[in-house]
């Protein structure tokens, strides 16, 4: 089955191949695929090596790299790009079969023509001069790829691969088994070799061209060339992705003694020797530190700002409390100076668990019931199902200690006994900022209007994840889901090409614990929890100094 949009954002480690060679190469060691049709290319996301990974085809060339794996950033959440495939050799220390991994790569038809002048030289038009030793007519110039960081670059010839990457390589280059020969028979005359460091140059162009293979080799003083990895190179620079490339020779670019290029007898062994490099690179990823596999964790969205106690803190008050909070800035403001006692809330709870957290406390937005408003979100562990009964407990005595009015429990994870619903989340990664804080409202107005007015929908954004999520509890959540399609569709055609928007979802375990406080303003909703009960008089002490400080903060907003 393909699917049509990624299923998370989970963080991957980006396999790119060129064609199907190198493609066939790293497919067979694809744990539980999942194949994402993106404007005609296939996606593949799964495990390899015990990583998260996609493993796709960039296409042949230049324009091809390019598209496709901006395609991937825009849709996938990639922490690092890995390049694997076959290369011409330059280096005439190098033999066919062996495996480079540059520190470096260039796009060395990034080039002037020159004019030919009356006695047979040529000379570059003013301003456009090349920056390296020409060939003939022709010669390398820098060029400039904008960034956040710089939008007003310098030209530039090179573009690094990520050192920490390179450091990796090193110990995957002594751990690689590379093959001499292939299962029809045909072998090298030698064993081959990993060497990394040294340069790598990219051009649209096959190369098979003794004279032209010397110039590269002598003017870039580069060991390989081929037809796509500069341009992966420049898209990662753009979007400060870390970045690296596995090219085993399966030729020699026109240098070799043979009659015809040698890629039609070698290019198979060469992908599976760089495929082999990979491999090997993925274990050393683990065991240097890098990305580690997913963690589940529980997540708890709740408020520090009570609009719900009526009973609790009395109807009038409570009014002047909600026109306190119409300034999203003081609001913000204040649910920022409750960040404490939320910490502390989660430890007393934790504690009377036997157990010890470090929570991470998040300010997002959340909306309910029709109502959007800075809100707050607390994440914790949630690898087990202590964690989650934990994260339920927590949950319980903020809602208490807060006079929140419901509180909602998430966790991630697989747990064959939980039963899930689908959190969808709407994420962007393109230049428009159609996701924001300015935003938010009119978001959430779309959603409730594709969700036939169902204020019971809530959701949450995370402005630091460019996230805007909500939890589909309707007929499993399929109303959820549409309604969220919708949306992404709608954003996408107003706000134009330059937005970047993709619908994923995850599978989690809901929990909700809640009080109806005008009924009860003593929270007996809350001390149903054995944990809340046990904590309660702690908890009023903090519920209290809360109060206080709420009301002094409405006085000065409103006085």
């Known amino acids: 089955m393909v699917d049509a949009i990624p299923p998370d954002r989970v963080p991957r480690i980006a396999l ?49 790299a390019t598209m496709n794996t901006e395609r991937l950033l825009e849709n996938f959440n990639i922490t690092d790009i890995v390049v694997s495939g076959v290369a011409g050799g330059l280096d005439p220390d190098l033999t066919i079969g062996d495996v480079t991994v540059p520190a470096r790569w260039a796009q060395y038809n990034e080039s002037v023509y020159m004019r030919e ?19 003939d007519f022709i010669g390398t110039r820098g060029v400039r790829i904008a960034s956040s960081d710089d939008p007003s670059p310098q030209p530039q010839i090179w573009f690094e691969a990520t050192p920490r990457l390179l450091s990796i390589a ?22 081959p070799e990993v060497v990394v460091g040294g340069s790598g140059v990219t051009g649209s ?7 032209f293979r010397d110039y590269l080799y002598t003017v870039f003083e580069a060991q390989v060339v081929e037809m796509e990895t500069a341009a992966v190179a420049m898209v990662a620079h753009a979007h400060d992705v870390p970045f690296i490339a596995f090219r085993s020779l399966s030729d020699l670019a026109g240098g070799g003694e043979a009659n015809e290029n040698e890629i039609t007898a070698f290019q198979h062994l060469a992908a599976l020797n760089s495929a082999a490099v990979v491999l090997s690179f993925l274990d050393a990823y683990g065991d240097a530190g890098a990305a580690q596999p997913r963690a589940a964790y529980c997540e708890i969205n709740f408020s520090a700002a009570s609009t719900y106690a009526g009973k609790a803190l009395g109807d009038e008050f409570v009014e002047r409390v909600r026109a306190a909070f119409r300034d999203d800035e003081a609001h913000a403001a204040f649910l920022h100076s409750q960040l404490h006692r939320a910490q502390r809330i989660a430890s007393l709870a934790a504690s009377q668990q036997g157990s010890e957290i470090s929570p991470t406390l998040l300010e997002v937005w959340g909306g309910y019931k029709g109502k959007t408003s800075p809100s707050l979100a607390m994440r914790l562990p949630g690898d087990t199902t202590d964690d989650r009964a934990l994260a339920q407990a927590v949950g319980a005595a903020l809602g208490y200690t807060f006079m929140q009015e419901s509180v909602l429990v998430q966790c991630s994870g697989d747990d064959a006994g939980a039963t899930t619903h689908p959190a969808l989340n709407l994420v962007e990664t393109g230049s428009s900022d159609v996701l924001s804080e300015a935003t938010v409202r009119s978001i959430f107005g779309m959603l409730l209007g594709q969700a036939e007015g169902n204020f019971d929908l809530g959701f949450t954004y995370y402005p630091d994840e460019d996230r805007f999520s909500t939890v589909g509890l309707t007929d499993g959540g399929s109303f959820e889901r549409g309604a969220m399609t919708k949306l992404h569709d709608d954003l996408e055609t107003v706000s134009g090409l330059s937005t970047a928007l993709s619908l994923s979802e995850q599978d989690v375990w809901v929990s909700f614990s809640g009080n109806d406080w005008s009924c009860d303003a003593d929270g007996a909703g809350y001390l149903k929890s054995p944990v809340v009960a046990a904590l309660k008089p702690e908890l009023d002490k903090i519920r209290v100094s809360f109060a206080g400080e709420l009301e002094s903060f409405v006085e000065a907003q409103l006085d």
């Not at 290319?41 to 015990?50: D, F, L």
């Not at 093959?179 to 090298?188: K, Q, T, Y």
């Not at 162009?205 to 004279?211: E, Q, W």
């Open 16 to 64: 790119a191949t060129a064609y199907a060679p190198e493609f066939a190469a790293l497919i067979p060691e694809l744990e539980a695929p999942s194949e994402y049709m993106i404007n005609g290319v296939s996606y593949w996301a799964g495990r390899m090596q015990e990583r998260d990974v996609v493993l796709f085809e960039t296409g042949v060339s230049l324009v091809n």
């Open 117 to 135: 002048t009356d006695d047979g030289g040529f000379k570059p038009h003013a301003g456009v001069e090349p920056e390296l030793p020409v060939f």
């Open 170 to 191: 090193e110990k995957a280059a002594e751990a690689a088994n590379l093959r001499r020969c292939d299962d029809e028979g045909l072998c090298l005359p030698e064993q």
């Open 205 to 211: 162009i096959f190369m098979d061209n003794a004279r």
